[in-house]
């Protein structure tokens, strides 16, 4: 997935690692969360606004850090 957004987008790996913890926060309130007993959007849960904001804010640092360490060590490099 880094590889294929890397060459194909001209975005900062930061930005790159947030579209990543997004697409990784919608399959979680679109499939997972479904199937443990949250409900859709975590509408199941006691604080469904609760559990959506910090799911997200989760998956958004997950994904900066992870973007932001790929560039850091090289391990994903853009051609020209």
Do not use: C, D, K, N
């Not at 790159?16 to 997004?22: N, R, T």
């Not at 679109?30 to 998956?59: E, V």
């Amino acid at each position: 997935f880094a590889t294929y957004l890397s060459q194909r987008f001209a975005a900062p790996f930061g930005m790159l690692g947030a579209f990543f913890g997004v697409a990784l926060w919608l399959f979680l309130m679109l499939l997972a969360g479904p199937m443990i007993g949250w409900g859709l959007f975590a509408s199941r849960t006691a604080s469904p606004w609760g559990t959506i904001l910090t799911s997200i804010l989760g998956h958004l640092a997950f994904g900066v850090t992870l973007g932001l360490t790929y560039e850091r060590i090289g391990l994903y490099t853009r051609s020209v």
